[in-house]
């Protein structure tokens, strides 16, 4: 595996109408879960560090874990700050090495939220690296992104804020939300709006957040261990590939993978009370953060062997 910028790969996404995955990563085991169905479906890869994962693991620690994983295969593999909040802090990840940064001020006003995705666009763009942003707001908590209501992204905005910050992507909110809680009824997103801005914006990429499907076996295996995850609900798989034939290139997940880690842990400390060594516990975790990402890549994104 190599680390690249994500043009190449969502040039490819775009034009053959499927989407990369952008798994969230906090430790080693889920970086290697990651890159092992990245592996076995021969597929491109966005490793997604979010302000959170770095203050707790530290930015040189997933970078390492990263490079250590990297010896394996030969594989595109991009390193993405997620929903990073201020300039300083997409500045020190381009200057650690990452090859993308979201800069997220969508909970600004537009006149700010241009200037401030500008002056990251500047900085980065000379050293190469990718630049993300975000208007509209999507609802549900997410680490420090938090919000009640969703702000609808507005078509004709969307072409005005892309030209005039310079922007290489553009996260979009179309019904999705932060978190395993995403709908109370029928799940349901506004692929009219999706098209509009598609059309209004051709060949650019676009990026779907809050994303994670939040499977029901892993919902149900957490609470059959002593879970208490009540209604939790995500994004219909089928809906996310929908959205990868309107332009979204970038899907990202990271409930998902949470839940499938923890589903999986509570199993092994219910089965196996007496257990007490990490290993035991974290391979088996490990594996199902493997299976779910590989079926991901395979069944929804549709990003398998592409790359």
């Avoid at 879960?33 to 693991?57: C, D, F, N, T």
């Avoid at 997409?90 to 700010?112: N, W, Y």
């Avoid at 507005?154 to 910050?165: C, H, L, M």
């Avoid at 499977?215 to 929908?242: H, T």
Wanted: charged residues 25%; glycine residues 8%; aromatic residues 8%.
């Amino acid at each position: 595996m190599h680390i690249t910028n994500p043009r190449a790969m969502f040039e490819r996404a775009y034009a053959e109408g499927y989407a990369v995955g952008a798994f969230n990563v906090n430790n080693m085991e889920i970086i290697q879960g990651i890159m092992q169905a990245g592996a076995a479906e021969h597929a491109p890869l966005i490793l997604q560090v979010s302000a959170g994962a770095r203050k707790y693991a530290g930015q040189n620690y997933i970078m390492k874990l990263v490079e250590a994983a990297l010896m394996d295969d030969d594989l595109p593999v991009v390193v993405h700050l997620d929903h990073g909040p201020d300039f300083e802090l997409c500045k020190a990840c381009i200057d650690g090495g990452f090859t993308s940064v979201m800069i997220d001020g969508s909970h600004l006003p537009f006149e700010e939220n241009i200037a401030v995705t500008r002056r990251v666009v500047d900085y980065a763009h000379e050293r190469g690296v990718w630049v993300e942003a975000e208007l509209g707001k999507l609802a549900g908590v997410e680490e420090h992104v938090s919000s009640e209501h969703s702000v609808y992204t507005d078509p004709d905005q969307a072409v005005e804020f892309v030209q005039r910050s310079g922007c290489d992507s553009l996260a979009v909110a179309i019904g999705t939300s932060h978190g395993a809680y995403k709908f109370k009824g029928e799940a349901k997103l506004d692929f009219e709006r999706l098209d509009a801005i598609s059309a209004l914006l051709p060949g650019y990429p676009l990026v779907l957040h809050g994303a994670s499907s939040v499977p029901q076996e892993f919902v149900e295996m957490a609470n059959k261990y002593g879970g208490k995850l009540g209604s939790a609900r995500g994004v219909p798989e089928d809906m996310l590939r929908q959205a990868a034939r309107s332009g979204v290139c970038k899907i990202n997940i990271d409930s998902d993978i949470r839940l499938a880690m923890t589903a999986s842990i509570r199993r092994h400390f219910a089965e196996h009370p007496e257990e007490f060594d990490p290993r035991a516990y974290l391979k088996p975790a490990r594996e199902a953060v493997r299976d779910m990402v590989q079926h991901k890549i395979k069944h929804v994104l549709g990003c398998s062997g592409k790359a």
